[in-house]
């Protein structure tokens, strides 16, 4: 889960002068640690195992991020002081929707659906898991060869 924190403290605020980087990070780290502690104390432990998803999540290859969705409702896990966005749990189903940067999407696909389950397992939880790729980023046609047509320098022949 990503905390967004100013990248600037103006000292006026602050009361201290200075570029307030040292006071940003702090206030990152208390506020990443109360989140997960929120996060441990939920009913039900949904958001602790929204947090475990999405962490395992982005570390497979190929995942670019964990993506809100698409249109006008966001896709997330609430809890108390945050959200992890990009993980929904149902009753039967953990839904995870990504960005990819990388083809075929069926490898980065199947891989994150392991990684959930596997987490699901940890957690003494069999729900079934659903993977959407949202996103595709930095993705070219021809991404094993790189090359953008039939034969790179040639153009094919015609009428042989």
């Known amino acids: 889960m990503n905390v967004k924190v100013s990248d600037h403290l103006d000292s006026a605020a602050t009361g201290r002068a200075g570029s307030g980087h040292a006071e940003t990070d702090r206030a990152e780290t208390d506020r990443a640690e109360t989140d997960r502690l929120d996060a441990g ?15 395992a999540v982005e570390a497979v290859p190929g995942v670019v991020r964990l993506v809100g969705g698409r249109g ?16 929904r749990h149902t009753d039967r189903t953990v839904i995870v929707h990504i960005a990819v940067g990388v083809l075929p999407l069926q490898g980065v696909t199947r891989a994150v659906g392991e990684t ?27 991404p094993e060869t790189g090359r953008h047509g039939p034969a790179a320098g040639r153009t094919p022949r015609s009428g042989r």
């Open 41 to 55: 104390r939920d009913a039900g432990g949904r958001a602790g195992l929204a947090l475990a998803v999405a962490s």
């Open 72 to 87: 006008p409702l966001e896709v997330a896990t609430l809890y108390r002081h945050g959200k992890v966005v990009g993980v």
């Open 116 to 142: 959930v389950r596997q987490v699901l397992s940890r957690a003494g939880d069999d729900r079934d898991v659903a993977v959407v790729v949202d996103e595709l980023e930095g993705v070219s046609a021809f």
